[in-house]
């Protein structure tokens, strides 16, 4: 089992920055992703970004050049830089975790005032 705790959410106006944080405990194997996706209400869970334990990132297209996540492995955690925030990105952030399984944390909000 793997758990993840996510930090970081909060209110932030338009243009502002947040940093969020996940950390991973429990059975975690060398060779596997982090990443974030977002839900907002009424709509489906989407990407934001992620990365593997060699440092691979991949980022949805709304957020490249805004966004940076990065992980630092011995403490097996990941982090989500978030510049330029907009009020369209207001969501409940979610952490994940994948080797063989696929883990989720439980969410932290995110709002983006105009």
């Known amino acids: 089992q793997v758990q993840l705790v996510e930090s970081g959410g909060g209110l932030v106006q338009a243009g502002g920055s947040l940093r969020l944080s996940c950390a991973a405990s429990?059975?975690?194997?060398?060779?596997?992703?982090m990443g974030w996706y977002r839900q907002a209400p009424g709509k489906q869970r989407e990407l934001v970004a992620t990365?593997?334990?060699?440092?691979?990132?991949n980022y949805a297209n709304s957020v490249k050049g805004r966004f940076t996540i990065s992980r630092d492995n011995a403490k097996n955690t990941v982090y989500l830089e978030m510049n330029s925030l907009k009020p369209e990105e207001t969501s409940v952030y979610y952490c994940t975790y994948r080797d063989y399984k696929n883990y989720w944390g439980q969410g932290t909000q995110v709002t983006v005032s105009s």
């Open positions: 990365i593997t334990d060699g440092g691979m990132t």
């Open positions: 429990g059975s975690i194997f060398s060779f596997n992703f």
